[in-house]
């Protein structure tokens, strides 16, 4: 297997002024020194609550803005300190899929213009040549012949989200990110869209990086799956080896929180943590989940705990298992 990405020690901090007339300097650590790999043609669940940083993660691997410091090796080329004119090859093979199609869709644009456009920057193709590929496409997504002339408007969120869907493979990318994809839609609808982002990936063999806040919605598209707490990469594991054998205290209340399906086996005892996430501003020495962990030791307070390797490609940020 080969990495498509390679995220090394990424970190994206965001100065902030406070005090009286802003003299003090200080910074949100967005991310703060995450590292991992996406294989080619997998998918790789990025997972935590909302300020985690996972999307900031997201946003950093397609150079959506600057990062801090750290390496982001994209087919084995560093693209971290590349700057927008060396980025433009880059560009086509990177795409993405938000939440809100409706605020990342030109209301003024019916979808042949809104497929067309990515296509037209990064393709040298003629009208009849694009309205062809954008037949096909629709046909993809499960879109019919007669929506080309639509506008978003016009179509239910899930339908937007086919279109954002066929947007984004208009230009063939290698890559593609989907920030929270499902999480607006119809319960009924989100599966629906899963498998076919599923099937697409059979076909075309593309990456998906998939971020969601909650880890029943990656489950089943996930090969491996990263969990981040606070900026940082707490556990990294196989998807099904991550549901049977969490080990991260936090990926234990998160999971502690889904619903089992399984009636056969006993339910996963709720764990509720203690306290509230803290700022991005302001966070806590050495382990950062230490203020809300039942397993708290004097240790977690003075270093960040490492990534240790767990065996099996699974990996986990605590001192229960090592690294004192
Ligand atoms: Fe809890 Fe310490 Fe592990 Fe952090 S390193 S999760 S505080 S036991
Ligand atoms: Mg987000």
Do not use: W
Not at 9 to 31: C, E, F, H, M, T
Not at 33 to 51: A, C, P, W
Not at 129 to 143: C, M, P, Q, S
């Amino acid at each position: 297997n080969e990495a498509i990405l390679e995220v090394k020690d990424l970190k994206k901090y965001y100065p902030v002024k406070s005090g009286i007339l802003g003299r003090n300097q200080q910074y949100l650590k967005a991310v703060d020194g995450v590292s991992f790999s996406i294989q080619k043609g997998e998918t790789f669940g990025l997972v935590g609550e909302s300020g985690c940083g996972k999307s900031t993660v997201g946003r950093s691997i397609i150079r959506l803005h600057d990062i801090t410091s750290g390496n982001i090796y994209f087919d084995g080329n560093d693209i971290a300190p590349l700057k927008e004119k060396d980025l433009k090859k880059y560009r086509r093979r990177m795409q993405a899929v938000f939440q809100d199609p409706y605020a990342s869709l030109n209301p003024t644009m019916n979808v042949f213009e809104l497929i067309s456009e990515p296509m037209k920057i990064h393709n040298s193709s003629s009208i009849s040549e694009r309205k062809e590929v954008i037949l096909d496409l629709l046909e993809r997504v499960g879109l019919k012949k007669d929506h080309l002339y639509r506008y978003p408007h016009e179509f239910s969120g899930g339908q937007r989200q086919r279109v954002s869907i066929a947007r984004a493979l208009s230009v063939r990318p290698d890559f593609i990110l989907c920030d929270e994809p499902i999480s607006a839609l119809d319960v009924s609808v989100q599966a629906q869209v899963v498998n076919m982002l599923e099937d697409i990936q059979q076909d075309t063999g593309v990456t998906y990086l998939f971020i969601a806040h909650d880890l029943s919605m990656v489950r089943h598209i996930s090969s491996r799956i990263g969990v981040m707490y606070l900026g940082n990469m707490v556990e990294i594991a196989e998807s099904n080896e991550l549901y049977k054998n969490p080990l991260h205290p936090y990926t234990q209340a998160l999971l502690s929180a889904i619903p089992e399906p399984d009636t056969t086996k006993a339910a996963r005892e709720r764990i509720i943590l203690k306290g509230e996430v803290p700022s991005p501003l302001n966070s806590p020495s050495g382990c950062k989940f230490r203020t809300r962990c039942p397993y708290a030791m004097e240790i977690c307070a003075q270093v960040e705990p490492p990534m240790l390797d767990a065996g099996d490609g699974h990996q986990v940020a605590c001192y229960l298992y090592g690294g004192k």
